[in-house]
C-alpha cells in the first residue's frame, strides 16, 4: 500500500518527540470531552428514566384514581344496568303496543268480527296475525297474514265463512287476499279441518 | 492551551544557547521576521522571553518546531547484511546491540537511508546503506521537558545533527561543493565526525570526548589552579588560543587525520572541506586551526545564497550578516531536502519560464 504524502517522513527530519509525554493542549481536553459525554449520557439517561418513572406513576396515580371511580360508581352502575334491563323490557312492551295500535284494524273489532261472521257449523282452534316487511323498491312494506285453523261440517259452509271474510271492511279497504286450504274430510269426526290465509297490506 | 495563531517558531537547543526564529509560516515559503540568540537562565525568564519574542498572548504554550542535540546522541553508518537480516527477525535491534552498543530498549532510534536520509522500510526495504540515528530516551525525555518548561510545544522534536548534514549536503549542492565534506560537531562530552559527498553520508563516527578534553590542556599550559577557571577562560572572549589552539586540538586532530585518511584511502576522494556545526562564537579559531591542519577550507555559510534556493527568505530587519555558521542548525530545520519534491519543483519552474 502506497502511504499517503501526509505520513512521508521528510528526508533529514526525523521527529524524536515523545507525544505521550506531552502535555494535552487542545482547547477542549479529550479528557473534558469524553466526561462531557458521559456525563450528558448520564443525564440524558436519568431524564429518560425519571420520565418514564413520572409516567409510570402518573399512569398509577390515574390507575388508582379510576378503580377508585368504579368502586364508587359500582353500586350506581348496577342500579342503572337494572334500569336499563327493565327499561329494554318495558320498552318492548310499549313497542308490542305501538305495533298492536298500529295495526290496520281494531283487534277487538277484528275478533267480534270473526265472532259474527263464523257460521255454526265451523269453529276455529286457532287464530295467528303476524307482520312481516318485505322490499318494494327500495322501500320496505308492511304485510299482515292472518291465519285461521278451524273446523267445519261442509264445504259449503267453509265457503259462505270465506266469502263473509272477504267482505270484511279492512280487508276489502286494502284489497286483501283470501285463500283456504282444505284437508279432507277427518273420518272419525266427519268434518274439514281447513285453513284461511288471509294476506293483506295497509294502505293499499 | 496551544496557541492556534499561524506564525512560525524554529527553535534550535543546543548546550550552548536557544536560538530561535520567528517566522511567517512553518512550511515553506517561510519568511523569517526575527532571530535571537538567548540562554535560558531560569524558565520563567525564558517562558516570558520566547513568549515576547514569538509575539504570542501569555499563558499560551507555543507550538514550535525544535532541534536538540542529547549528549548521548547518536548516527551510525551501517551496510546492511541481507542475508542476516533474512535469517534474523530482530537483525536491526541486534545489530545495534551488538555493533554499536547502543540499548534499543533504552533509546529512541530511526533507520535512515544513508543515501538521502529519508525513512527507511526496515521490514520490506532492499536499501543495504542505512543508517542509525536517535539518542536515550531520557534524554530526548529531559530535552522535550526543559522545552516545555520555556512554553515551547515541540510540534516537531529532531536530532539537531541530522538536520545539520541535509542543510550542509544542500549547501553543498547550491555552492557547488562537489569534493566531499567533513562535518565536525563539538560538544562538552563528545564529537561526532561525519563526511558525507553529495547525497550520501559516508562516514559517521563518534568521538569520546570533546571541550571538557581540553581544560587540563589549558590549566597545564596556564598554571591555572582548576579546571574551573581553564574552563571560564576557554569560553571568555578574552584569552587569544590562536597560538596554544594546535595544542590543544592535537588529539582532536589525531581522531579527525585518522578518520579523514582512511575515508580518502578507501574512496580515493580528497575531503575538501569542514564544516564545524555548534561551535560557539568565541572558537571561531578551531575551524581555522583544524583547516589548517587538515589542507582543507573553512565552510561559512554564505546563508542569503543558500536559503533563496530553499525558498526562505529574511525580512529586512533581520542582520543577515551577523549570522555566522551557529545558525545552521536552525536554518536547516526551515529546509525541505526531499529530492523527489525539488525536482518537481524545478520541472513546474521550467514549464512556468
Known amino acids: 500500500m502506497k502511504r499517503s504524502k501526509k505520513e512521508v517522513q521528510p528526508n533529514w527530519h526525523p521527529n524524536f518527540r515523545i507525544q505521550s509525554e506531552l502535555p494535552d493542549i487542545k482547547p477542549i481536553r479529550t479528557g473534558f470531552l469524553i466526561n462531557f459525554a458521559a456525563v450528558v449520557i448520564c443525564i440524558g439517561l436519568a431524564f429518560m428514566v425519571f420520565q418514564q418513572e413520572m409516567k409510570r406513576m402518573s399512569l398509577a396515580n390515574s390507575i388508582k384514581e379510576l378503580n377508585s371511580i368504579v368502586q364508587e360508581s359500582d353500586a350506581a352502575n348496577s342500579a342503572a344496568l337494572r334500569n336499563s334491563r327493565q327499561f329494554i323490557q318495558e320498552v318492548s312492551k310499549i313497542q308490542e303496543l305501538e305495533a298492536f295500535y298500529e295495526a290496520p284494524f281494531i283487534a277487538y273489532q277484528f275478533l267480534i268480527d270473526l265472532a259474527e261472521i263464523r257460521p255454526d257449523d265451523l269453529v276455529y282452534k286457532s287464530i295467528n296475525v303476524t307482520e312481516t316487511m318485505r322490499m318494494e323498491r327500495r322501500n320496505s312494506v308492511r304485510v299482515f297474514r292472518i291465519q285461521i285453523n278451524g273446523q267445519a261440517k261442509s264445504l259449503q259452509v267453509l265457503s259462505d265463512f270465506k266469502n263473509a271474510g272477504a267482505n270484511l271492511d279492512f280487508i276489502v279497504e286494502s284489497e286483501g287476499t283470501v285463500n283456504e286450504t282444505i284437508s279432507p274430510r277427518d273420518e272419525n269426526t266427519g268434518v274439514f279441518p281447513f285453513t284461511l290465509v288471509v294476506d293483506f297490506e295497509p294502505g293499499n | ?353
Open chain 2, 1 to 353: 492551551m496551544l496557541q492556534t495563531k499561524t506564525k512560525g517558531l524554529f527553535v534550535d537547543y543546543s548546550q550552548y544557547a536557544l536560538l530561535l526564529a520567528r517566522t511567517s509560516n512553518f512550511r515553506q515559503p517561510v519568511h523569517i521576521e526575527e532571530v535571537v540568540e538567548y540562554t535560558p537562565k531560569d524558565p520563567e525568564e525564558a517562558t516570558e522571553f520566547i513568549r515576547e519574542f514569538a509575539q504570542l498572548k501569555s499563558g499560551s504554550y507555543i507550538p514550535s518546531r525544535c532541534s536538540v542535540y542529547p549528549t548521548n546522541r547518536f548516527i551510525r553508518r551501517f551496510t546492511v547484511d541481507m542475508q542476516a537480516k533474512n535469517k534474523n527477525p530482530n537483525y536491526f535491534t541486534d545489530t545495534l546491540a551488538s555493533s554499536f552498543r547502543v540499548e534499543p530498549s533504552e533509546s529512541m532510534v530511526q533507520v535512515l537511508r544513508g543515501t538521502d536520509g529519508s525513512e527507511a522500510n526496515m521490514e520490506k526495504g532492499t536499501d543495504k546503506e542505512l543508517m542509525f540515528a536517535g539518542g536515550p530516551s531520557k534524554e530526548f525525555s529531559q530535552l522535550q521537558d526543559d522545552l516545555l518548561s520555556y512554553g515551547i510545544y515541540p510540534s516537531s522534536l529532531e536530532l539537531g545533527t541530522l538536520s545539520t548534514i541535509g542543510g550542509l549536503m544542500d549547501y553543498a549542492k547550491v555552492k557547488g561543493l562537489s569534493a566531499p565534506t567533513l562535518l565536525l560537531e563539538i560538544t562538552a562530552e563528545n564529537s561526532n565526525v561525519l563526511i558525507f559527498r553529495k547525497d550520501m553520508l559516508d562516514v559517521s563516527r563518534p568521538i569520546s570526548f570533546g571541550w571538557d578534553s581540553m581544560y587540563p590542556v589549558i590549566q597545564q599550559e596556564l598554571g591555572l589552579k582548576d579546571e574551573g577557571s581553564a574552563k571560564k577562560i576557554f569560553y571568555s572572549n578574552t584569552f587569544d588560543f590562536t597560538e596554544m589552539g594546535p595544542k590543544l586540538l592535537r588529539k582532536m586532530l589525531k581522531e579527525l587525520q585518522a578518520s579523514t585518511g582512511f575515508y580518502e584511502v578507501q574512496t580515493g576522494q580528497t575531503i575538501g572541506q569542514i564544516f564545524l556545526s555548534l561551535l560557539p562564537k568565541n572558537l571561531s579559531w578551531v575551524g581555522q586551526i583544524l583547516a589548517k591542519s587538515l589542507g582543507v577550507d573553512v565552510i561559512e555559510v554564505d546563508f542569503p545564497a543558500w536559503i533563496k534556493s530553499q525558498n526562505i527568505t529574511f525580512a529586512d530587519e533581520v542582520d543577515v550578516a551577523s549570522l555566522d555558521n551557529r545558525w545552521m542548525g536552525l536554518l536547516s530545520l526551515m529546509g525541505d531536502y526531499s529530492a523527489e519534491e525539488k525536482e518537481i519543483e524545478k520541472v513546474k519552474e521550467g514549464s512556468s519560464a
